[in-house]
């Protein structure tokens, strides 16, 4: 027998579960450490996915335990949608099974792959089956299974079925175990974090071996789902093209191009057929190889307007991307830019980027940088994705920063892309494709974001000028009144207010005057200062002079709590029957940082 025969004996078809099951490090299970985080990454972004598309605020649950063995078990829990019993098998038990690979829309899944990857990954390293929970509404019961994936078939198999009870009126619960290590935590914990500044609607909590954590959400507004857009002409192949003209052979090919894809119309429909020397109502199924291929080229040629952008995308915003740095971060400057969108190849993407400066992080070393795809933190392979080339690409000197590479000092930089096809370098997701579109749109961001820390600089530099030369005067302020004071034979006036004048500062104070006590402050700054002032006197009597936008009210141990915004030069005043001591904070001074002026 030949050697052709020899082989075509071994010849067979692979089942794309084997295929991973021998390649899992394309799927990000390339070693325990990273196992663990790429499941749980999986997980979470089915979740968040999931309540995004219910539009409920996502509340979710990881738990990770040790067990026995070097085997950890991880559970995650959502409140999304659920998922109907019948369906529970493929979803987890079959690879290249799910819902947002034929969508064309901003969503963290695309391949039906990461969550029966993950199942795959289980049973290959402890042999255990993975246990799932999900409820569709109140009405109906819990569904428990306990599958696995035949791996020669890709098909799932139910080891046990069961209806359960489940204080959850709806959602999802995965519980997984394999062999893993926690030498990741920090870096697990940093994925959540960072998930949590771009998804700033969704509360995670997070119980890594008995130590409880919880990423608040900032925002109570539900996301709006992206929704689904037809595909455009600039970013379809040949093939697909083939395949969707083999699909509907009885339509006329002006009518096949207005109905199949975005932004053609009839005139744009007609404009293509002509280029590509084709009449109008050709039927789809007559056209030959050759007459697909010049439709193709005449598709690509003809101008299309954009693909719609508003309703497919769902950029995080301006101003939750700072709330979320703001609460995860504490910064001295905080900014953020959402780009208008754009398009490459025919799919819309928008990106978006922020800068935060000084507060805690770190002085010396390169700035940290924050890499997101649709919502999902990028934490692998920074050094190979085109967000990184593209801000290292940046001239940050002109922004008055010192670079090597990345720039670097006390910088954060997060950098946002959001698109109907994330060009992703591989199925693991880790790093972003070098196209020049989304790279050009990156470096605009971060220049005009540049700029706005450049200025911020400049103005701190020059405050901090004034303040020194302010401090070398008060410095010398008591010797000067206490002499005078002296010579002129009088008490030390009190040089507080004047002093805060020089300082430009906020002055609280409060004294007895006629028998009563007197809160008043001061503001001395260019700017209106938000305060709150806590006042711990017995409540005597009513406040003298409240402003009317002064809100008061009490808080816990204090007696007085007032809330408001003081005008810059203005001055707040209180008098009524009391003693006591108390604090004003200042929210609003100083870039944000807080202050605290103690009086008695
Ligand atoms: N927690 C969940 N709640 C509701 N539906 C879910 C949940 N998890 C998964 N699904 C459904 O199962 C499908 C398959 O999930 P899977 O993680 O395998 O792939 P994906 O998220 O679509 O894409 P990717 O491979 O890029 O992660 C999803 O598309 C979704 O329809």
Excluded at 302 to 323: M, Q, Y
Excluded at 438 to 464: D, F, M, P, S, Y
Aim: aromatic residues 6%; neutral net charge; charged residues 25%.
């Amino acid at each position: 027998m030949g050697i052709a025969e020899d082989l075509a004996k071994q010849q067979r078809s692979i089942s794309v579960a084997e295929f991973f099951e021998k390649n899992k490090h394309l799927l990000g299970f390339d070693s325990p450490t990273r196992g663990i985080i790429t499941t749980i990454k999986e997980a979470v972004d089915n979740a968040l996915d999931a309540c995004e598309e219910a539009e409920v605020l996502p509340d979710i649950y990881v738990s990770i335990r040790k067990g026995g063995q070097g085997a950890y078990r991880v559970a995650v829990e959502d409140n999304g949608p659920g998922i109907v019993p019948e369906n529970v098998p493929n979803v987890f038990g079959k690879l290249l099974y799910g819902s947002r690979f034929h969508q064309i829309r901003q969503s963290r899944g695309q391949q039906g792959i990461g969550i029966s990857a993950a199942v795959l990954y289980a049973q290959l390293t402890t042999g255990t089956p993975a246990v799932v929970t999900s409820r569709t509404s109140a009405k109906v019961p819990a569904h428990r299974f306990s599958l696995m994936i035949r791996t020669e078939t890709n098909e799932p198999q139910v080891l046990a079925h069961e209806e359960v009870v489940w204080d959850r009126t709806h959602g999802t619960r995965i519980e997984l175990e394999f062999t893993s290590s926690l030498a990741a935590r920090k870096r697990l914990l940093e994925y959540l974090k960072y998930t949590s500044v771009v998804n700033p609607h969704a509360r995670i909590r997070v119980e890594i071996d008995g130590e409880a954590e919880t990423f608040e959400r900032v925002s109570a507004e539900a996301i709006r789902p992206p929704q689904s857009i037809k595909p455009h002409p600039h970013g379809t192949e040949l093939g697909t093209l083939k395949r969707m003209a083999a699909a509907d052979p009885d339509r006329p090919l002006v009518e096949f191009l207005v109905d199949s894809f975005s932004k053609v119309g009839q005139k744009t429909a007609v404009a293509i057929a002509e280029a590509a020397g084709l009449a109008p109502e050709t039927r789809m199924g007559t056209l030959g190889a050759a007459e697909l291929k010049a439709l193709h080229t005449a598709m690509q040629e003809v101008h299309v307007p954009p693909p719609p952008t508003s309703v497919c995308l769902s950029p995080i915003g301006e101003e939750l991307i700072a709330r979320g740095l703001e609460k995860e971060f504490q910064l001295d400057f905080v900014k953020a830019r959402t780009r208008p969108a754009a398009v490459f190849s025919g799919h819309p993407f928008v990106v978006e980027a922020a800068i935060g400066y000084g507060g805690r992080l770190e002085a010396e070393g390169s700035a940290q940088l924050m890499r997101f795809a649709n919502r999902v933190p990028l934490i692998y392979q920074q050094g190979a994705c085109a967000i990184t080339g593209a801000v290292a690409g940046v001239n940050w000197k002109n922004y008055n920063l010192s670079q090597s590479g990345l720039p670097t000092g006390p910088v954060l930089i997060l950098v946002h892309v959001a698109s109907t096809n994330v060009p992703f370098t591989s199925e693991s997701k880790d790093a972003v494709a070098s196209i020049p579109e989304i790279e050009r749109e990156v470096t605009l961001v971060l220049q005009e974001l540049g700029r706005e820390l450049k200025a911020w600089i400049a103005r701190r530099e020059r405050n901090k000028q004034r303040q020194d030369r302010a401090r070398a005067v008060c410095a010398v302020m008591p010797a000067i009144a206490e002499k005078v004071a002296e010579i002129v034979d009088k008490p030390v006036p009190d040089i507080s207010a004047l002093e805060g004048r020089i300082m430009r500062k906020v002055v609280a104070r409060k004294r007895a005057h006629d028998g009563r006590v007197v809160i008043e402050v001061r503001n001395h700054t260019d700017q209106v200062v938000d305060l709150t002032i806590y006042d711990l006197s017995p409540d005597a009597g009513e406040d003298a002079v409240p402003a009317p936008s002064f809100a008061s009210g009490t808080d816990g141990e204090y007696t007085r709590v007032w809330n408001c915004s003081l005008p810059a030069g203005e001055r707040w005043q209180a008098a009524y029957a009391g003693t006591g001591g108390g604090f004003v904070d200042l929210k609003g001074v100083d870039d944000r940082k807080k202050v605290v002026l103690p009086f008695v």
